[in-house]
């Protein structure tokens, strides 16, 4: 027999720490599962090293020293003792959690949980808890018997009341291992000590106990205590501690909650397993061959890890495939092996519980048997057959029924399934008791099924709504929510199970049960988003026109179809047939908003016609037949309409409408304001003179005034306007015609001015039209010839003042009456524009008639308008009276007027106007024209305008130098005025005329003058001279001596006279200036150098230093700037130095040059020093202070590969990045890499890297790659330098060497592992088993698939949750394939298709195992297609076991698999299998097997068809199968399941007639008894007496004789008792009814967590007098049929003669 027992060695620690000495228990610590931490030195450093013993390559290594480590069973957390210090530290976030000192010295550490650690020192035991403020607290204090124990463990109970301190050591006397346990309870503050090596506290039950106890589990002299807590009566239990050495002590213990099982492990490595029911010992096991000093409780295996003196890191595990076989067959305890089965649900022990419940049933121990059900593993036997058999039972009297033993007791272990619940809640409610089964849903114990939710539905919908959510029955959900009126409830569920639910249904029952809930329902399943509409919307809107719901309907289409996109054309279409078939007012407001233009247009037209919208169906008809046929119904439409209509239609589509539906309209005499609105309405659009004609035509000839009374001001027709006048002449209307007139532009002014003057009527309207178009002087003479003065006098006062002069004109044409002219004027006076007036006058020589008139308007108005003065100047130059004072002192005629009037008559006078009027060119003109050149000369110089100037000066002038003469010799001498004089010369200066302007200054200036010493006049004679090139300047720079010689000098420099500049500027005392003009223009250097000697100032010599610098003379640069003592300019100095190499001489400009405190004087000195590889210098000057730029210099030399220099200044400023650079450079790799440590800059680090793989110093370059692999962005780059290189090993060893460190990353296992699939593929596998966490997954899986690595790329698939793909690679690939790890991962994947390509690969490659694979994926796989599939491959019989599997446990039944397995027992000829499967499995093709095997070779498989056809009603088939198999009992049985008279009458005379006369007898009784039911009396008695067999028919004739007098006596008495017997009758119905109590009693055999209360009906164990226990309760008895006075059992012939056997 197999032990039980598995030891693994997870970890080896002697592998992990430096010194083996150093694995103890005071160095180790185990915490937890994942949790064990080792103290270790590399080098002089110690080191605590945290691991995961079940992946050991998961680790963190932490330096630091320790006295205790105490390791968080959860987070990377470390509690660490050192000194009397305590320090909790979380490395995932870097920060120390908690920090004290202890003023007692701490002996052992642990954590109790996730947040308290415990802290046991010489004197105490402290709980500290993780939060910020706490500090540790004294639980209580160790006993005196505790002294000197190095304390080995420390425990708590769940509720941390009871607390156990562990101790050990070794007898000095015996050298033994000795044990001390100190017991605390929290609660009561008391202590007990116990001479025990180990112990703890576990939740468990006891045998015979219902819950589970806390207890204390110890081992206490080589005895195991199990002590109850904290109950009134605590149960206790001890057992021996077996061992198999004497000396042999107990040292560490654990428990399994799985298995219930208490490990107690000894200090010779021997486990001893206990069970905590009754503390039976269940397995020793040799363990470990040392000590193990360390132990904790596996929870992932419900085992032990333990770690031994070896440095072994132990899995001890129990087997459960083994485990109850051991204890059945070794220690033969079937009790015990079923009680552990059952706690930790193994599989495989189903027998044994079997065989337990058979016994218990039979022994009628039905609360056992229900235990024994209960605790059967996975629930193997809660079937229902089960539950049948319960109901079957018969009851004990004083018992509950053993149905209801055995819900109650399922009811107090946990929750009952789907069967059971069913079971129990149908009688439970059907007496009334909702509150029950609230109960019992709310603490979980009912398992919900769509079955169950329909019987609770009839009872109570939240509850059948609780059901249907916990059995996800998504469409009964749905159902409920649309009941309660929940609808976002509908969709939110929905949505969140996945679940496609026929939203059109729902609706249509939404429109049944709540019609108002309708249109919130619709639309939200149409405003889904964002996955779009869940409802066809056109089918919702046909059920809501179905249920009459048109509101609802509006209020949802409305929102639906309101983007108005073409794609909603059919539904607009329907949406608006509908409404204008219910609701035509809301279509027409639909209509109005204009919410809708993509509907059928011409359908919706004629629905619109039918609805009596004849206004809609105008707006949507295109046929005319169809327009007109709508628009006589003008009643029915408003005339804003009409009119809008035919105006739109005309100017939209077709004038030929508009003008066929006027026509239409005209027809009838009522419409002729509307036909006058529609021709206004459509002026523009129609002809107006087409829609004249049309009225006309029509009849309506007074309908044409008013139309054109109303649009004749905008009508754009000069024909229609005229026409309008005509009409409005003729009929008197003169106001319509002012009107017209005035306000049109549109008609012909000569043709109504004609008709006007023809027509004699009042003139204003002819007013207006001369008045306007220019017809006033006809106007005069019409009004003036036909004597209407006043209408003159009208005209000029009222319409129109500004045409005064135009009637004085032609007045004057007509010679009219001076006096009325001039009373004409008076009237009006300055309204009157004199300008015009005088031109009239003026034009006709009639000027004088205007004087007295004028001059009343300057003295009587005050007037100043210059026409006015103007005109009165022109008289008086005319008249000669007093012109010339006028002219003088009159300020407001027009000087140029006058002038021009005055030419030709006296120039002299146009002098005076022009010059008063400042009329530059008139003057010009007229002074040149009359040689005036003298007035010209004195106007210009007055005038000082540089324009007139430039002009008179323009050498295209002819009498240019006349005026120039004029100038000089008269105008300009006698000048007072500067600004005169200055103009004056500006002006020749403008003119480019240097010799007339230096004539001119010398006349000034060398001539004793006013203006002879003017400074800007000197500047101008030099300037001017200077521009024309005299050879006098220098003679004028001598004898002036008031002009600015600067600014002077600066413009000789600009035209050239550089000689005469210099000596400007020497005559100044401009030193510097003048060095300039040598450097510069003359470029003499000797000449300038000479100066500066001569007057050594440093401004000079900096000047001529600049000039040799620029000149490339550097060297006696250098030597002048350092005499100027000026190092400002050191940007040119430093350029040109450095460029000639001369660094010798810049060294000392330089140092002069420092006292600027410049950055780049310093650094270039640097610079220098290094040029001439002056290092000394160089580390003496930086040694002082400086402002160099020394990084900037460093990086110059470097680039000019002066290295050393590089390396000082690097050094100096540490630089350290570059300083490594530089060192490489030098080849000085070790002081490279010691550089880059000291930058810790990753390009530093790659660059030393990749020089140290170049020059093959491998060892220096892993020093630096460990420092660049940390960086994932730079992993990749450094991999690839080592494998472009060759150097495959090298990097890989680099990479597993930086695993080890701290800072890892997912870059690097994964360039690892990409690594070693392409060059150490060996190491693939278990680098993927161990690291697949911290791979990047989807990289690792393109590089396998490139290296055909399928077994790594399925693992890798697998750990990324890619099971789909993992399926598919292990099928295409047999390298791949594991069976196991497949039927792993076929279990997970999410593509249904796999499964059956799977079941494909299987069939070919692995037949054997297809069942094996079809077991795990039976729930997700469709049995219907793999049943097909196999049956296509013709290999179903593989999957027989699977088949039988399938059509035992699937519910409903899948007919395909009942066929299969049918057909397997066919072709196996099992026909007792076969009935069996076809009497539990029926649903299946029964009559298509029959057939099948009606025509088997085998009498069995016949009479199986003969039962099926019987089975399926063909009564009369299964009779003549078996009668042609002589299976006359068969016959029997079909014709009496028939019912069928003709069928059982036809048997019987088979029998009587047909048969061997030797079975006849025999058969005939028989039949007789079989089909007693359904034989009439009279074919026995016919059929007997011909075939002579009365004597066998006799039995029959008695009893049914019998019945015929009973029936008929009970029929009499029943008629004649009637009415006296019904109040009695009532009283015995009332008593045949079961008695219901309404007293609710518990049930036997219940505790008050299970079923507290039942119907009366289920409690009773003993029926009433006359009635048997059902499911519901107690049904009277049935009476059996009567057959005389032997009463027979049916189908159990009587042993008599007449019925033989």
Same mark, same amino acid.
């Given at each position: 027999m197999e032990d039980p027992v598995k030891t693994k060695t997870l970890l080896d620690l002697k592998t992990v720490v430096s010194d083996p000495s150093l694995i103890s228990f005071t160095t180790t610590s185990l915490q937890s599962e994942t949790a064990l931490t080792c103290q270790t030195l590399i080098g002089a450093d110690k080191y605590v090293i945290r691991l995961n013993p079940r992946n050991p390559t998961q680790r963190d290594q932490h330096k630091m020293g320790a006295d205790l480590v105490a390791p968080h069973p959860k987070s990377n957390i470390l509690a660490l003792k050192g000194g009397a210090s305590i320090q909790v530290y979380n490395f995932d976030i870097g920060s120390r959690l908690k920090s004290f000192k202890m003023t007692e010295n701490v002996v052992y550490m642990k954590w109790l949980d996730i947040s308290t650690l415990a802290l046991v020192t010489t004197n105490g035991v402290y709980h500290c808890t993780m939060d910020a403020e706490s500090i540790p607290e004294l639980v209580f204090q160790r006993l005196p018997q505790l002294e000197g124990y190095n304390i080995i463990n420390y425990r708590a109970d769940a509720n941390k009341n009871w607390l156990m301190l562990q101790g050990s050591m070794v007898d000095p006397a015996t050298q033994r291992l000795v044990g001390a346990i100190q017991v605390y309870n929290v609660s009561k503050k008391k202590s007990q000590f116990l001479p025990g090596h180990a112990g703890m506290f576990i939740q468990g039950q006891l045998m015979g106990k219902q819950v589970q106890s806390n207890l204390m589990v110890m081992a206490v002299n080589n005895k195991l205590l199990i002590n109850e807590l904290d109950v009134d009566a605590p149960a206790k239990m001890m057992q021996d501690i077996r061992f198999l050495d004497d000396k042999d002590v107990p040292i560490a213990m654990e428990y399994s909650t799985r298995f219930g099982l208490i490990f107690v492990i000894s200090a010779m490595g021997l486990l001893s397993a206990y069970d905590i029911g009754d503390a039976a010992l269940v397995l020793m096991s040799k363990v470990s061959p040392s000590l193990i000093f360390s132990t904790i409780s596996e929870e992932t295996e419900n085992g032990v890890i333990g770690i031994n003196q070896q440095?072994?890191?132990?899995?001890?595990?129990?087997?459960?495939?083994?485990?109850?076989?051991?204890?059945?067959?070794?220690?033969?305890?079937?009790?015990?092996?079923?009680?552990?089965?059952?706690?930790?649900?193994?599989?495989?022990?189903?027998?044994?519980?079997?065989?337990?419940?058979?016994?218990?049933?039979?022994?009628?121990?039905?609360?056992?048997?229900?235990?024994?059900?209960?605790?059967?593993?996975?629930?193997?036997?809660?079937?229902?057959?089960?539950?049948?058999?319960?109901?079957?039972?018969?009851?004990?009297?004083?018992?509950?029924?053993?149905?209801?033993?055995?819900?109650?007791?399922?009811?107090?272990?946990?929750?009952?399934?789907?069967?059971?619940?069913?079971?129990?809640?149908?009688?439970?409610?059907?007496?009334?008791?909702?509150?029950?089964?609230?109960?019992?849903?709310? @603490? $979980?114990?009912?398992?919900?099924?769509? &079955?169950?939710?329909?019987? =609770?539905? *009839?009872? !109570?919908?939240?509850?059948? /709504?609780?059901?249907?959510?916990?059995?996800?029955?998504?469409?009964?959900?749905?159902?409920?929510?649309?009941?309660?009126?929940?609808?976002?409830?509908?969709?939110?569920?929905?949505?969140?199970?996945?679940?496609?639910?026929?939203?059109?249904?729902?609706?249509?029952?939404?429109?049944?049960?709540?019609?108002?809930?309708?249109?919130?329902?619709?639309?939200?399943?149409?405003?889904?988003?964002? @996955? $779009?509409?869940?409802?066809?919307?056109? &089918?919702?809107?046909?059920? =809501?026109? *179905?249920? !009459?719901?048109?509101?609802? /309907?509006?209020?949802?289409?409305?929102?639906?179809?309101?983007?108005?996109?073409?794609?909603?054309?059919?539904?607009?279409?329907?949406?608006?047939?509908?409404?204008?078939?219910?609701?035509?007012?809301?279509?027409?407001?639909?209509?109005?908003?204009?919410?809708?233009?993509?509907?059928?247009?011409?359908?919706?037209?004629?629905?619109?016609?039918?609805?009596?919208?004849?206004?809609?169906?105008?707006e949507h008809y295109d046929a005319l037949p169809d327009i007109l046929r709508c628009i006589v119904f003008t009643n029915k439409m408003t005339m804003e309409f009409v009119t809008s209509y035919i105006h739109d239609v005309s100017e939209q589509r077709d004038v030929a409408i508009g003008t066929a539906c006027l026509k239409q309209l005209t027809k009838n005499k009522a419409n002729l304001p509307l036909c006058v609105e529609v021709c206004k309405k459509c002026t523009g659009v129609i002809d107006p003179k087409e829609m004249i004609t049309i009225l006309e035509q029509g009849g309506m000839v007074e309908a044409v005034y008013l139309y054109l009374q109303g649009v004749a001001a905008t009508i754009e027709d000069k024909e229609l306007v005229f026409r309008f006048i005509q009409s409005a002449v003729k009929t008197g209307q003169i106001k319509d015609v002012e009107r017209v007139v005035r306000e049109s532009k549109w008609y012909d002014p000569k043709e109504v001015k004609d008709l006007l003057k023809e027509s004699k009527i009042e003139p204003t309207a002819l007013m207006i039209v001369c008045d306007r178009y220019g017809y006033v002087d006809e106007l005069v003479k019409y009004l003036y010839h036909n004597n209407l003065h006043k209408a003159i006098e009208r005209y000029v006062t009222g319409f129109n003042a500004k045409a005064t002069p135009v009637v004085v004109g032609t007045l004057l044409d007509v010679e009219a009456n001076e006096e009325f002219i001039n009373s004409l004027l008076g009237l009006v006076k300055n309204e009157c524009p004199i300008d015009q007036l005088v031109e009239e006058c003026e034009r006709r020589n009639r000027l004088r008639i205007l004087q007295p008139f004028l001059e009343a308007r300057v003295s009587e108005d005050g007037n100043t308008d210059p026409a006015c003065h103007s005109a009165l100047a022109k008289i008086y130059v005319e008249t000669n009276t007093n012109a010339d004072q006028f002219l003088t002192d009159n300020q407001f005629y027009d000087s140029l007027v006058v002038g021009k009037f005055c030419e030709k008559r006296d120039p002299r006078r146009a002098v005076i106007c022009y010059r008063r009027g400042k009329c530059d060119q008139e003057m010009i003109q007229l002074t040149n024209n009359n040689s005036l050149f003298k007035e010209q000369a004195k106007y210009l110089v007055e005038r000082r305008d540089k324009d007139l100037w430039a002009q008179v000066l323009n050498e295209e002038n002819p009498n240019r130098r006349a005026v120039i003469d004029q100038v000089t010799s008269s105008a300009l001498p006698a000048c007072k005025n500067p600004n005169e004089v200055s103009d004056t010369v500006k002006a020749f200066v403008s003119a480019n005329l240097p010799n007339e302007l230096i004539e001119l200054l010398e006349v000034i200036m060398l001539r004793k003058s006013d203006f002879s010493s003017n400074r800007n006049l000197q500047n101008l004679l030099l300037i001017t001279a200077i521009k024309a090139g005299s050879n006098r300047v220098k003679d004028y720079i001598q004898r002036l001596d008031n002009y600015d010689g600067i600014e002077v000098a600066k413009f000789a420099l600009s035209s050239g006279l550089n000689e005469e500049a210099f000596e400007m500027y020497k005559k100044f005392d401009h030193h510097k200036e003048a060095i300039g003009v040598l450097l510069d223009q003359i470029d003499d250097v000797e000449r300038a150098y000479d100066y500066a000697v001569a007057v050594n100032t440093k401004e000079c010599w900096s000047l001529v230093a600049k000039g040799q610098l620029d000149r490339g003379m550097v060297e006696k640069s250098i030597d002048s700037y350092l005499r100027a003592e000026d190092p400002n300019n050191y940007h040119e100095v430093i350029s040109a130095a450095r460029d000639s190499n001369l660094y010798g001489a810049l060294v000392k400009y330089l140092k002069m040059a420092r006292v600027l405190k410049e950055q780049l004087i310093d650094s270039e000195l640097v610079y220098a020093y290094a040029k001439i590889d002056a290092l000394a210098e160089i580390e003496e000057f930086i040694s002082q202070s400086n402002q160099a730029d020394l990084d900037g210099i460093g990086e110059r030399c470097f680039d000019e590969q002066m290295y050393n220099a590089a390396r000082i200044l690097f050094n100096h400023i540490g630089n350290y990045a570059r300083l490594a650079s530089t060192l490489v450079c030098l080849g000085q790799y070790q002081g490279a890499v010691d550089a880059a440590r000291k930058a810790q800059s990753i390009r530093t680090w790659k660059e030393v890297c990749f020089a140290c793989v170049d020059a093959h110093q491998f060892r220096l370059a892993q020093m630096c790659g460990v420092n660049i692999v940390v960086q994932a962005d730079e992993l990749e780059e450094l991999v690839q330098y080592y494998t472009d290189r060759g150097r495959f090993e090298e990097v890989i060893s680099l990479l597993e060497y930086a695993m080890r460190l701290e800072r890892t990353h997912m870059g690097m296992f994964t360039e690892l592992g990409i690594l070693y699939s392409r060059f150490k593929p060996e190491k693939l596998m278990e680098h993927i088993k161990l690291f697949h966490s911290k791979i990047n997954i989807a990289k690792m899986l393109t590089v396998c698939e490139q290296n055909l690595q399928w077994s790594e790329l399925c693992v890798l698939y697998c750990h990324y949750d890619e099971y789909d793909s993992a399926a598919t690679k292990m099928m295409e690939h047999i390298d791949a394939w594991n069976h196991a790890q497949f039927k792993d991962i076929i279990q997970k994947v999410t593509n249904m298709e796999i499964f059956y390509r799977a079941i494909d690969v299987y069939l070919k490659q692995h037949p054997t195992l297809l069942c094996d694979l079809l077991s795990v994926m039976a729930p997700r796989i469709d049995n219907t297609r793999v049943v097909s599939q196999l049956r296509r491959s013709g290999m179903i019989a593989l999957i027989k076991p699977y088949l039988l599997f399938v059509q035992s446990s699937t519910k409903p039944e899948i007919p395909e698999v009942n066929e299969a397995v049918n057909d397997l027992y066919l072709e196996e000829e099992d026909v007792d299998s076969l009935r069996a499967s076809i009497e539990n499995y029926p649903t299946f093709d029964q009559l298509g097997l029959s057939r099948r095997l009606e025509a088997h070779p085998l009498l069995r498989m016949r009479r199986l068809a003969t039962w099926l056809y019987t089975k399926n009603k063909r009564f009369a088939h299964a009779v003549e199968l078996a009668k042609k198999d002589q299976m006359y009992q068969d016959a029997m049985v079909a014709t009496a399941e028939s019912g069928d008279k003709d069928v059982a009458e036809e048997l019987l005379r088979f029998f009587a007639m047909e048969i061997e006369e030797k079975d006849r007898a025999s058969c005939f009784a028989a039949c007789l008894y079989t089909c007693y039911e359904i034989l009439p009396p009279d074919v026995v008695m016919e059929v007997a007496w011909i075939a002579n067999l009365r004597d066998y028919a006799m039995p029959y004739f008695v009893n049914s004789t019998k019945e015929y007098v009973n029936k008929v006596n009970n029929l009499s008495a029943e008629l004649t008792a009637m009415k006296e017997q019904k109040a009695k009758e009532a009283e015995e119905e009332a008593a045949a009814k079961p008695m219901e109590n309404e007293v609710i009693t518990p049930m036997m055999g219940m505790s008050t967590s299970g079923i507290t209360s039942m119907p009366p009906q289920m409690m009773m164990a003993t029926p009433p007098p006359g009635y048997v226990p059902t499911p519901g309760g107690y049904v009277p008895t049935p009476s059996p049929p009567y057959y005389g006075q032997n009463a027979m059992q049916p189908g159990i012939p009587p042993a008599s003669p007449f019925y033989p056997h």
């Open positions: 440095g072994q890191v132990l899995s001890i595990t129990v087997n459960p495939n083994t485990l109850v076989p051991f204890i059945t067959q070794k220690l033969k305890n079937v009790p015990l092996a079923v009680r552990i089965a059952s706690r930790a649900n193994l599989t495989g022990t189903e027998e044994l519980f079997t065989e337990q419940f058979e016994a218990a049933f039979a022994a009628q121990n039905y609360q056992e048997a229900a235990r024994v059900v209960a605790s059967s593993p996975g629930g193997a036997l809660r079937t229902a057959q089960t539950i049948q058999r319960f109901k079957a039972a018969a009851p004990i009297p004083g018992q509950a029924l053993p149905i209801m033993q055995y819900l109650a007791l399922l009811l107090d272990k946990g929750k009952l399934n789907e069967r059971e619940s069913l079971e129990l809640l149908i009688p439970v409610m059907q007496q009334g008791h909702k509150e029950m089964v609230q109960k019992w849903m709310q @603490e $979980g114990k009912i398992s919900a099924s769509e &079955e169950l939710g329909n019987f =609770l539905r *009839q009872y !109570d919908i939240q509850l059948a /709504l609780i059901i249907y959510l916990q059995s996800k029955s998504h469409e009964k959900v749905a159902q409920i929510y649309c009941e309660l009126g929940e609808y976002e409830n509908v969709i939110k569920y929905c949505k969140s199970n996945n679940y496609k639910a026929p939203y059109t249904e729902l609706l249509r029952g939404v429109c049944q049960i709540n019609p108002a809930g309708s249109e919130q329902f619709c639309k939200l399943l149409y405003d889904n988003a964002p @996955e $779009g509409p869940l409802i066809d919307i056109g &089918e919702a809107m046909e059920i =809501l026109f *179905q249920f !009459d719901l048109i509101k609802e /309907l509006t209020g949802v289409m409305v929102g639906v179809l309101a983007k108005n996109e073409p794609t909603q054309a059919k539904l607009q279409t329907r949406y608006l047939e509908i409404l204008l078939l219910k609701r035509p007012d809301v279509a027409n407001a639909l209509f109005e908003k204009r919410l809708f233009t993509e509907y059928d247009q011409a359908y919706i037209a004629h629905c619109c016609e039918k609805a009596g919208l004849y206004n809609r169906a105008l």
